[in-house]
């Protein structure tokens, strides 16, 4: 489950906001890991839904 909508974000204290960011750098690492080498990942899309929701977590973290 890479993908963290806007409106997920919202709803979630700051703790599961942190968590959830945490979660989804490993989940980034493991499919960077299974890229380099040489595998395909399972689901294509999911390493750019991954660094999207990323970007999404930290950018709500800053404006707060």
Do not use: F, W
């Not at 979660?23 to 395909?40: D, F, M, N, V, Y």
């Not at 399972?42 to 800053?62: C, V, W």
């Amino acid at each position: 489950m890479s993908y963290v909508s806007n409106r997920e974000i919202a709803g979630m204290s700051a703790e599961a906001r942190d968590a959830r960011l945490l979660e989804l750098q490993e989940e980034l690492l493991q499919l960077r890991a299974e890229k380099a080498l040489g595998g395909t990942p399972s689901n294509m899309g999911a390493y750019k839904a991954t660094r999207r929701s990323i970007a999404r977590l930290k950018t709500h973290k800053n404006q707060n």
